[in-house]
């Protein structure tokens, strides 16, 4: 599988804003379901926003009017602007792809390593 690759984490404080790309490189993103994941340390991996390759989204109700998911098709990219950060947004944000809607389960074949965003209060 061609690898994802996340960017654009770091450390900011509470009410401040960040923006995550995540880039699938090698062949163009044909049609994908693609997603956020966020896995906080010592915790469970939960889905935070999903886009499906018609442009429709969802988002978890804990990031709804907060967070922003989108793509660029044309950079092979996707984006999750990010807003009004708390501290218990401080997670690992992994972007993940699929052939098939997986919504927020975590069976999506293709997976990136990671990028940390901690935020304080």
């Known amino acids: 599988q061609v690898p994802l690759v996340e960017s654009g984490g770091g450390s900011v404080q509470a009410g401040g804003s960040l923006n995550l790309s995540c880039t699938k490189s090698g062949c163009t993103l044909r049609p994908s379901f693609m997603a956020w994941f966020l896995q906080p340390q010592g915790g469970e991996r939960e889905g935070v926003a999903t886009?499906?390759?018609?442009?429709?989204?969802t988002y978890a109700d804990s990031v709804k009017g907060r967070f922003i998911i989108s793509k660029d098709n044309t950079k092979n990219s996707i984006y999750l602007h990010m807003t009004s950060l708390k501290p218990e947004d401080t997670a690992a944000y992994y972007c993940?792809?699929?052939?098939?809607?997986?919504?927020?389960?975590?069976?999506?074949?293709?997976w990136g390593q990671g990028t940390q965003v901690t935020v304080s209060s």
């Open positions: 886009i499906d390759p018609d442009g429709a989204t």
């Open positions: 993940a792809a699929s052939q098939y809607r997986r919504g927020f389960q975590s069976t999506y074949a293709t």
